[in-house]
């Protein structure tokens, strides 16, 4: 590693409050980000190699898993934005227009098998989302249909949660231990309920707003409190043999084109929140090496966000600094090196490290907005620091 490289940028971060889509792109350094939101979380094969294709003819090589689960393209270039638009159409993953697409935040858990709850129900509640009459939500408000045996999506991000419960659906708002339950025909329509309250509660005073804040000052209708929410018992799946395919992670969310069209030759694509692509079938995986099919590669211990020079906030780069300081991070623990206090690539608590004008920020257990409990560490001296096993705190 070198020493610290000092870039020129301003002192206040800026929250943009919003994320890309296919047809809102995000201005970067490197040119527009378009963030394409597959219906139900999965591509089918011949989606897959037609984004492939895609990338090789007007974006930057490599495709990057948001942890909303979600592909984005980057360094498109403005000219070639429209026929971008066009060829997502023609792949049928392009929503009709800017509003669905922005509404349309659902998240699915990937071990569904044919003809269970899961996948009818996210389609449905997407469709629902993206209809003119669909409330105006904020664009970070999601939802997640974690309707397996037991859910694994508790950690994502989401404001309303659908859930298994006996043979119907929990219908159930984030930060709350009570919810409602509906038949899976219903529970699409109770989601949106649910979503409307919020809205009606006051949940997003300036268009911007979590459900777990409203939570804090406003008491749940009573619809709502019918049934206790069960304790969470899944976790986060790992890399490996699921039923029915592998799942397999990669190494900060990115994946070249080769290989996602390598992937999608052994079968249909299910993307996770967890920078893992879950392969349908049981054809053997292609050997790249941003593929982690190992539960201790220690690639799955780090998280870092885009960095310099491709973001414009970033005071340095940090996915070359995150990888060479992983063997420093024991098993069970994240280090989260951030390039600014805006911490997009891991917004919880972790053990974490923020590039700034004077240096390195070190964090023992937080956000990277959090206050440091070092500044401004040259590298030596932050390696230092992360040898010793007890600066990390425990995972959450």
Known sequence: MTDFPVQTRSSQVQIKGWCPGAWQPMAASDGLVVRVRPPGGRLSQAQAHGIAELVRCCASPWLELTNRANLQLRGVNAAGHVPLLDALRELDLLDRDAAAEARRNVQVQPLWTEGDTTQTLALQLGECLA????????????????????????????????????????????????????????????????????????????????????????????AW?????????????????????????????????????????????????????????????????????????????IAACTGAPHCQQAWAPTRDLALALAPLVPSGQLLHVSGCAKGCAYPKRATTVVATAQGYDFIRHGTAACAPDHRGLALPALEQLLKNKTTHAPRI
């Open 131 to 222: 209809r003119a009459d669909a409330p105006a939500l904020p664009p970070k408000f999601g939802f997640t249909v974690d309707t397996g045996e037991v859910p694994c999506l508790r950690g994502a991000y989401a404001d309303i949660r659908l859930e298994r419960y006996a043979q119907g659906v929990l219908v159930y708002a984030d930060g709350a231990t009570l919810g409602g339950v509906f038949t899976p025909e219903e529970a699409p329509a109770g989601a949106l309920a649910l979503a409307r309250w919020f809205l009606a509660a006051g949940g997003a005073p300036e268009g911007r707003g979590r459900m777990a804040a409203l939570l804090t000052r406003c008491d749940l209708p009573v």
């Open 225 to 301: 409190q019918q049934v206790p929410v069960p304790a969470a018992v899944g976790n986060a799946l790992e890399p490996g043999p699921q039923p029915g395919g592998t799942l397999v992670g990669l190494a900060f969310g990115l994946t070249q084109a080769s290989t996602l069209a390598a992937l999608a030759d052994g079968g249909a694509l299910r993307l996770t929140p967890w920078r893992s692509v879950y392969v349908e079938g049981a054809a053997p995986l292609p050997d790249f090496p941003e593929l982690i099919t190992d539960t201790n590669d220690a690639r799955l211990r």
